[in-house]
C-alpha cells in the first residue's frame, strides 16, 4: 500500500495550519526529571497540567479520547526507558508500565486518564528517588532488594536470602538493617503493604485472595498487618480509594511511596 501522497498531502496541510508539535527541549526534561527522582520539578509539571495542554500535542487519532490513550502510552514507554537506563530493574519497569497501561485502558474521560498520568509519573518519580538514594548500598543488600522484590509473591525468610548471597544470617540481618534503617522482615512487610494497596485501589480482587497472592498465613494476617501499616482497614481503604473516585488519585499520588 503507498501511502506517500497522504503523508505530503498531511505534512502540507500540517504547515498550513502552523500545527507545530511540542519541542523535545520541552518534553525530555520532564522524563530526566522522573528518572532523577526529581520530585519538586514532576509535581510542578503535573500541576501545569501539561500533559493535556492542546498546544503541541500531537494528533494520534481523531478521537479525542483515544488520542490521549496514545500519547499515554508514548509517554509511559519513554519515561520506563529512562528509568531503566537510570537504574530501574528492567522487569519491575516494564511491570509499572503494563500496570499503568492497563489502567488507563478502563478510563473513558480525559480528566480521569490525565489524573492516572499524573499518579503514574509522580509513583515512578518517587520509586526512582529511592533508587537513587540506594546506590550507595553494599552488593549484598543490593542484591537482597533485588531477591525480595522478584519473590515478593512468596513467603520470603531470612535464611532464604542468606543462602541466596552466600552469607551468614546474622552477617545479612546485621549489614541489611544498617543500611536500610529497618530489618529484612519489616522491609518484606512494608513492600507487601505497598503492594496490597495497589490492588485494593486498582483491582476487584477479594481479601482472601490478595492475602494469598502476597504470601500472608491467612486473610485475618493480611487484615491485621495493613491496618497496622496504614491505620485502615482493607475494606475501608479499598472504599475510600478506590479506582472511581479519580479525583482523589493526584493527591494521594504525592503520598504514594513514602
Not at 25 to 54: D, M, R
Not at 210 to 230: D, E, G, R, V, W
Amino acid at each position: 500500500m503507498d501511502v506517500s501522497k497522504e503523508w505530503y498531502r498531511s505534512e502540507f496541510i500540517q504547515q498550513e495550519l502552523m500545527d507545530a508539535h511540542r519541542d523535545m527541549e520541552s518534553e525530555l526534561p520532564f522524563y530526566a526529571a522522573i528518572a532523577e527522582g526529581n520530585v519538586e520539578y514532576v509535581e510542578k509539571n503535573c500541576l501545569e497540567k501539561a500533559f493535556v495542554n492542546p498546544e503541541g500535542m500531537g494528533k494520534l487519532s481523531e478521537n479525542p479520547i483515544q488520542n490521549i490513550r496514545y500519547h499515554f502510552v508514548v509517554t509511559t514507554a519513554l519515561i520506563v526507558r529512562y528509568c531503566v537506563h537510570a537504574g530501574m530493574e528492567q522487569e519491575k519497569a516494564y511491570g509499572l508500565s503494563d500496570f499503568y497501561i492497563l489502567k488507563m485502558d478502563s478510563l473513558n474521560t480525559i480528566d480521569e486518564i490525565s489524573a492516572l498520568h499524573d499518579v503514574m509519573c509522580l509513583d515512578i518519580c518517587r520509586q526512582m528517588q529511592v533508587i537513587r538514594n540506594t546506590n550507595i548500598l553494599s552488593k549484598q543488600v543490593v542484591l537482597c532488594l533485588d531477591y525480595i522484590y522478584s519473590h515478593i509473591h512468596y513467603r520470603i525468610t531470612i535464611a532464604e536470602l542468606a543462602d541466596e548471597l552466600n552469607i551468614s544470617e546474622s552477617y545479612l540481618s546485621k549489614l541489611f538493617k544498617k543500611e536500610m534503617g529497618v530489618s529484612v522482615s519489616e522491609y518484606i512487610l512494608s513492600l507487601k503493604i505497598e503492594k496490597a494497596k495497589n490492588l485494593l485501589q486498582y483491582s476487584d480482587y477479594k481479601l482472601i485472595d490478595i492475602a494469598n497472592y502476597l504470601a500472608f498465613s491467612s486473610q485475618s494476617h493480611f487484615i491485621q498487618s495493613f491496618q497496622k501499616a496504614t491505620g485502615y482497614t482493607p475494606h475501608k481503604y479499598r472504599t475510600q480509594f478506590f479506582r472511581t473516585n479519580w479525583k482523589n488519585f493526584s493527591e494521594m499520588g504525592k503520598n504514594k511511596i513514602d
